[in-house]
């Protein structure tokens, strides 16, 4: 790509190809996420992902988890996070059963609400994101545009979980995917199809008048 690119739901916005672009790097406090480590375990979760740009550390191995984590060729170790971990993360990732995601962002609330932001999305496997308070794809895409020098009213984007929120409610035209949840498509501009069936080229068709 040779535009920028906003990752970590916003918490790591670079470009590829232009160093005069800023990154933007939005780290948490390494020692929340040790806190979160320890009371972690006290909750019946499958695996903790810690990530600083493109080094992964992964609790507990897991070959599914390696597959979804080879794009790109990151630097990817297992093992004990408090002893990995030598920075602040950029994220951390917690995998648990779908039943148990209310309870682990219960506690989050409860303790880390003024630290941190975290968000759920679901495929290919049910996983919490956390990142540094305030930080969301909404401000991210705001940044971006700003660098690009692109009208709000030319801002188009698409979501399907509840990590997208902000962006959809940001952009001039917020558009959810048809296999978005519910809570999603209640503050989108539009819904149309599913991830799996073409939904943005089909919306993209659509608003610009294209292959008609």
Do not use: C
Not at 37 to 52: C, G, P, R, T, Y
Request: proline share 4%; no cysteine.
């Amino acid at each position: 790509m040779n535009t920028p690119i906003i990752n970590f739901n916003g918490a790591y916005i670079h470009h590829p190809t232009d160093n005069r672009f800023e990154p933007k790097h939005e780290q948490f406090d390494a020692r929340i996420a040790s806190k979160i480590f320890q009371d972690i375990s006290q909750l019946n979760v499958k695996n903790i992902i810690a990530e600083v740009r493109d080094q992964v550390y992964i609790n507990n191995y897991d070959q599914t988890l390696f597959e979804g984590f080879s794009m790109g060729n990151p630097e990817i170790k297992y093992g004990k996070l408090n002893e990995l971990l030598t920075e602040s993360p950029t994220s951390l990732l917690i995998q648990a059963e779908d039943d148990e995601i209310p309870n682990i962002k219960k506690h989050l609330n409860k303790h880390y609400a003024e630290f941190i932001e975290h968000r759920r999305w679901g495929a290919p496997f049910p996983v919490i994101e956390i990142v540094k308070k305030g930080i969301n794809k909404g401000k991210a895409v705001k940044y971006v545009a700003e660098y690009l020098n692109v009208d709000f009213d030319n801002i188009i984007a698409f979501g399907d979980e509840d990590n997208d929120n902000e962006m959809i409610q940001f952009a001039n035209y917020g558009i959810a995917m048809g296999n978005a949840i519910p809570e999603l498509k209640e503050i989108a501009n539009e819904v149309t199809d599913t991830n799996n069936n073409d939904g943005i080229g089909k919306y993209l068709n659509k608003h610009f008048g294209l292959n008609m």
